[in-house]
């Protein structure tokens, strides 16, 4: 009566619903019992000798270490792994497989040395965002490496990862295979590339940031850019850039999203070739730094903003002193070579009479000697011909 008088009147139960009242107590106290019995039962996931693991952070790190190959039998919580300055100079095929595959979502192997990376050697990570090779001497790498299928890949860092200029190949390769329709950030710096293949960027519908600085590019002129919709920064400094063609500076405009574009530190040749750029420095807030995108040549320009350029002050380079010398000598050589031939057709025509009878000369010579072979032959075929030629002789 008490408790009804407190809570309030409730209605009368039945037997059945007590029964299964008393019983989901006791239910869960077996689960809140038992439970942490079993997994305090269960053994510890192992770590990895000369590695660092941690469950609460999932973390495996195995740094300068000078391992030789990736760590088998990773503990199944890792979600982040860094295999970073060891000696690792190849992934083998399958190097991650497992089952159940490990839900890794950061992976890092810089500074290893790496100098190939086989098929499907990256392949079994279903959760991969980011990939770090950056700091290696790559010189092969499978297209396939990260399987024959869409990779969830977001970043991708190869900084100074290449071993030779060359080797661009392969980068892009491995970039048209459309397996990265997710990748967002992409960083190539410090490569010396010298030139980028016109569709290197063409399948990475969703890059958002792109690092090309310290390349040793040259130009951009043949480079499609249109296909990255959704590219907000492009970093260009530090490269062998004089111009950006007209056709180059109309593709960047068009790019939508593009908000930050770096390019300070590279040899302009202020001329007439870059009007569209200056023009572009003067109305928009793209480019940054605009003060550090300075003039390299001519020299009265050298160390001028571009963005403080007159468009009217902008020339072609006229033909400098040593350029005229040079033109002039190649007219002059001409003309001696046209005297040359003159002369040569003038004296053939002079002899036009002896040169004939010499040719005459020359084919009635060359037919006598045919006619004295032909004579020889049909001699040794005709048996008849040939005691004829006996009988008198003697």
Known sequence: MLGCSLWGSAPPTSAGERRNRAVWPEGLLLVVVVFPCWVWAQPLAPCPESCICSEAARTVTCAHQNLTEVPQDLPRYVRDLLLIGNRISGLQPGAFLSKPPLELSRLSLSGNGLEWVGENALAGLPRLKQVDLSHNLLSSFSAAAFGNGSSPLEELDLSSALSHTSNVTLVAELLQQRAFPNLRR?????????????????????????????????????????????????????????????????????????????????????????????????????????????????????????????????????????????????????????????????????????????????????????????????????????????????
Request: charged letters at 20%; one cysteine or more.
């Open 186 to 394: 992409l960083d190539l710096s410090d490569n010396h590339l010298l030139y980028l293949p016109a569709d290197l960027f063409s399948w990475l519908p969703n890059l958002q940031r792109l690092d090309l600085h310290n390349s040793s590019l040259g130009g951009l002129s043949d480079v499609d850019f249109s296909k990255l919709h959704r590219l907000q920064g492009l970093n260009l400094s530090d490269n062998a850039l004089k111009c950006l063609r007209n056709s180059t500076v109309f593709r960047l405009r068009r790019l939508p999203r593009l908000s930050s574009l770096d390019l300070s530190r590279n040899p302009w040749v202020c001329d007439c070739q870059i009007e569209d750029l200056v023009s572009w420095l003067k109305e928009s807030d793209v480019v940054e730094a605009k003060e550090t995108v300075q003039c390299s040549s001519p020299a009265e320009m050298r160390g001028r903003p571009l963005v403080t350029l007159s468009l009217s002050g902008l020339d072609c380079p006229v033909p400098t002193e040593d350029q005229t010398q040079l033109q002039t000598s190649y007219v002059f050589l001409g003309i001696v070579l046209a005297l040359i031939g003159a002369i040569f057709l003038l004296v053939l025509y002079l002899n036009r009479k002896g040169i004939k009878k010499w040719m005459y000369n020359i084919r009635d010579a060359c037919r006598d000697h045919m006619e004295g072979y032909h004579y020889r032959y049909e001699i040794n075929v005709d048996p008849r011909l040939t005691n004829l030629s006996s009988n008198s002789d003697v």
